[in-house]
T-cell receptor, first 118, second 111 residues
Framework: EPEVTQTPSHQVTQMGQEVILRCVPI?????FYWYRQILGQKVEFLVS????????KSEIFDDQFSVERPDGSNFTLKIRSTKLEDSAMYFC????????????????FGAGSRLTVL | LAKTTQPISMDSYEGQEVNITCSHN???????ITWYQQFPSQGPRFIIQ???TKVTNEVASLFIPADRKSSTLSLPRVSLSDTAVYYC????????????FGTGTRLLVSP
């Protein structure tokens, strides 16, 4: 079964440092997403990406965040200057927007990258 | 986006059927209902999706009444490995529409 691959699985960084989280979406998928989950809290939407541009972003996704699809396979999330509150699990997801069995889009999530900011 | 309400937690025993109900009173005509499962330290995983009536796959069944203001995820004969958080999401769910996760239902299956 095709899967979304995320690296690194865990990253520890100092406050103020830049972090890049990497994702390899499923190869024929066209829509890409980043979500995050702070420990013990719910999964929160960050950004969606299609056709090399951001489709939608949440209020969490401020100027410190950016996304990029540098080549045909990778999708990255960059945090320019990390803060303590950026500590969370970051999930990448992708979809092909083909309709599922009941007619709506289905997302496939990666296993996540745990970011710890000290 | 329609807001969803689910029980915060449920307990069950191995071999039992578990039914998790989600309320979505403001569901729109074009909205679909999708359930995801999340194990600790893993990403959410698609379980089942429906628009109306009943949908069944190899993992679960989804019951949706005619008014579509609620839906029930049914897990037949749960095992310990079904211990997870289950999320009900409602939306048209096109590629452009974000999925909004609620707090989900934490299911604990005991021996």
């Amino acid at each position: 079964e095709p899967e979304v691959t995320q690296t690194p699985s865990h990253q520890v960084t100092q406050m103020g440092q830049e972090v890049i989280l990497r994702c390899v979406p499923i190869s024929n998928h066209l829509y890409f997403y980043w979500y995050r989950q702070i420990l013990g809290q719910k999964v929160e939407f960050l950004v969606s990406f299609y056709n090399n541009e951001i489709s939608e972003k949440s209020e969490i996704f401020d100027d410190q965040f950016s996304v990029e699809r540098p080549d045909g396979s990778n999708f990255t999330l960059k945090i320019r200057s990390t803060k303590l509150e950026d500590s969370a699990m970051y999930f990448c997801a992708s979809s092909d927007h083909r309709q599922g069995p009941s007619g709506a889009n289905v997302l496939t999530f990666g296993a996540g990258s745990r970011l710890t900011v000290l | 986006l329609a807001k969803t309400t689910q029980p915060i937690s449920m307990d069950s025993y191995e071999g039992q059927e578990v039914n998790i109900t989600c309320s979505h009173n403001n569901i729109a005509t074009n909205d679909y209902i999708t359930w995801y499962q999340q194990f600790p330290s893993q990403g959410p995983r698609f379980i089942i999706q429906g628009y109306k009536t009943k949908v069944t796959n190899e993992v679960a069944s989804l019951f949706i009444p005619a008014d579509r203001k609620s839906s029930t995820l049914s897990l037949p004969r749960v095992s310990l490995s079904d211990t997870a958080v289950y999320y009900c999401l409602v939306g048209l769910n096109t590629g452009f529409q974000k999925l909004v996760f609620g707090t989900g239902t934490r299911l604990l299956v005991s021996p």
